[in-house]
């Protein structure tokens, strides 16, 4: 599908009574994108392992006594069901919206019997009827909160041990972002860790193979708008954003992965005519595709508890 045209109708999606609900019809009846890929599943699973091993090397403590939290958890909690697979115990997971649904958890759960991997402790096998978020708490440890602000969750300070996210810090407008860090900075303990997973390609890519993942950076703020739904936002932040966004929220930056650097990709940008309202990142910065940020609340903490 042309991207345009999977914007324009994201776009008319979102602007639809139900909304979402249509655009999850969409996606599972007609662009058939859902349940998840084979591929797509084992990327997933990937992901939290990243997660646990960043968060391994430094929290201080056993992950299986931590409590872990999750904004933006989706439809499938293939991430949630993988560290539970990892040994995490317990886990609350918060939506902005009411977006699990599960049928694709159960088929998460089907997946997760042919994962080989010598790091899972165990697996999920119990499938979910309606009475979901009950029965995920029962099997899996899992708190099911939607829906809830992230940026005002509710939830009682320093109850969280670790914070992770994956590919959604993204979608999130810088202004409403700084809040949700500054709330993700009130849950977490004293000496908490985060573990961020962040796409920095143009989502549409995905769906485009005529386009790359630097496609969005052509653009002003004004003609993206028009293609920039609500049900696809992306906010088109860049690495260095996000290292800015975390340490004035007050952590510390204990680690960073960058991913997507290669002689390719930056013959890419150089042919593409980057927009002058990103002119002030470097070739190095605009070429960064995906990161994993590793930060931590430390140990003494002033201001913002």
């Not at 407008?173 to 993700?184: A, D, M, R, T």
């Not at 997507?260 to 190095?284: C, H, M, P, T, W």
């Amino acid at each position: 599908m042309n991207w345009k045209w999977k914007a324009f109708l994201q776009l008319a999606l979102s602007a639809a009574p139900g909304g979402e609900h249509a655009n999850y019809f969409f996606q599972k009846h007609v662009t058939r994108t859902l349940p998840i890929s084979e591929a797509g599943f084992a990327d997933q699973v990937h992901y939290a392992q990243e997660h646990i091993d960043a968060i391994s090397r430094h929290y201080q403590g056993p992950i299986t006594q931590a409590t872990f939290y999750e904004f933006g958890a989706g439809w499938d909690l293939i991430i949630p069901l993988a560290l539970y697979a990892f040994g995490v115990e317990k886990q609350i997971l918060a939506d902005v919206r009411s977006l699990l649904r599960p049928s694709l958890t159960n088929d998460a759960i089907e997946k997760f019997q042919t994962v080989a991997s010598c790091k899972l402790s165990r697996k999920p096998e119990r499938r979910l009827s309606d009475a979901t978020p009950a029965q995920l708490k029962t099997f899996y440890g899992i708190e099911y909160l939607a829906p809830v602000d992230p940026k005002q969750t509710g939830l009682e300070s320093s109850s969280i041990d670790c914070i992770t996210s994956t590919s959604t810090l993204e979608h999130i407008p810088q202004s409403e972002l700084k809040l949700v860090l500054e709330e993700c900075y009130r849950l977490l303990r004293a000496g908490g860790v985060m573990s961020f997973v962040i796409d920095y390609g143009d989502h549409y890519s995905y769906f485009d193979p005529g386009i790359s993942a630097y496609n969005y950076l052509k653009y002003s703020d004004t003609a993206w708008a028009f293609f920039n739904s609500v049900l696809h936002y992306q906010n088109r932040l860049r690495h260095p954003d996000y290292l800015d966004l975390l340490k004035s929220a007050g952590f510390e930056i204990v680690a960073e992965q960058r991913y997507g650097d290669s002689l390719a990709n930056r013959k890419i940008i150089e042919a593409l005519g980057i927009q002058e309202r990103f002119d002030r990142y470097s070739v190095d910065d605009l070429v960064v595709g995906s990161a994993l940020i590793v930060s931590r609340k430390p140990e003494t903490v002033t201001g913002l508890d």
